[in-house]
């Protein structure tokens, strides 16, 4: 997606992205980015929470006005829960054993050849 | 969690309450499983085009990387494991007068602490129509378009992404809402 919002801006298109992985968008480098500290998946807003999503497209239209240079990143207000542990728990290596690092692997692997044969299909 | 800050009134947020550090993460991660690491799009140049009309007057596209619903290919509904069958990889677009069906199960979104159950957590279509309705923004584009999660950043720099500002421009975008799932 970052890569596209460049592509757009070269080519007189403004962008701005409404994204949750904030290291990812910012290493890649985007002329404005509309940041919700929400685990990924809720890059527009907190689910039946219409009040969340109305004010986080208005907040990347905002971004999208009045950026002021290229790499403005906003963060919304909003905050996911109180209690932040949340955050520990994406692809948290301490709960894992030999036995199932052993699963994953074999899971990604076959994860890997089923996308391979959708993209060589497609 | 809090930590009091000596000497003050204040209050440190707890160490973990920052935004997640993704990339570090899926390394370690994938470090562990015993694969190579995987190279991020890097740049030190970002290019910046400033709205050129008000954005009351703007022509607004969205951008998506959800997938159109696709029959036959397994389980894509709300939490549905990570489904690789129903990724996509051409661009594709749909009209923005009705709800598409788009699902996020072939990325990997946080299934721990969500479950995808609200199209309108990562399309922000409805919204669009509401600020286009009044007059936030001067139109939403006729199409959304659709961006596939490709691994390839060949193919995503030397084709899909030509492809996109290929069909924004069909669509007399001003400007576009890019929204990754």
Known sequence: MSLAARHLEENGISTVIMGCAKDIVELCGVPRFLFSDFPLGNSAGRPFDVESQRLTLELALRVLESAPAARTTVQSPLRWSEDARWKCDYLDLTTLSPDKIAERRKEFDEVKSIARAKREAS | ?181
Not at chain 2, 17 to 33: G, K, S, W
């Open chain 2, 1 to 181: 969690m809090t930590t009091t800050v000596p000497g003050t009134k204040a209050a440190f947020a707890a160490d973990y309450d920052a935004p997640i550090p993704y990339m570090q993460r899926t390394r370690d991660y994938y470090q562990v499983l015993g694969f190579r690491p995987y190279r991020w799009a890097h740049f030190a140049d970002v290019p910046f085009t400033p709205l050129r009309v008000p954005l009351a007057r703007a022509r607004v596209t969205l951008i998506t990387t959800a997938a159109p619903f696709q029959p036959g290919v397994g389980d894509q509904g709300p939490g549905a494991a990570y489904n690789a069958a129903a990724k996509f990889y051409q661009v594709y677009s749909t009209s923005t007068e009705t709800v598409p069906d788009l699902k996020i199960s072939h990325v990997g979104y946080d299934r721990l602490h969500t479950t995808a159950a609200d199209l309108n957590t990562y399309l922000p279509l409805g919204q669009l129509q509401a600020a286009a309705a009044a007059g936030r923004i001067g139109a939403l584009g006729p199409r959304l378009h659709g961006a596939p999660t490709n691994r390839s950043h060949r193919v995503t720099m030397e084709t899909d992404v030509p492809e996109l500002v290929r069909r924004c421009r069909e669509d007399g975008a001003d400007a576009a809402v890019l929204v990754p799932s």
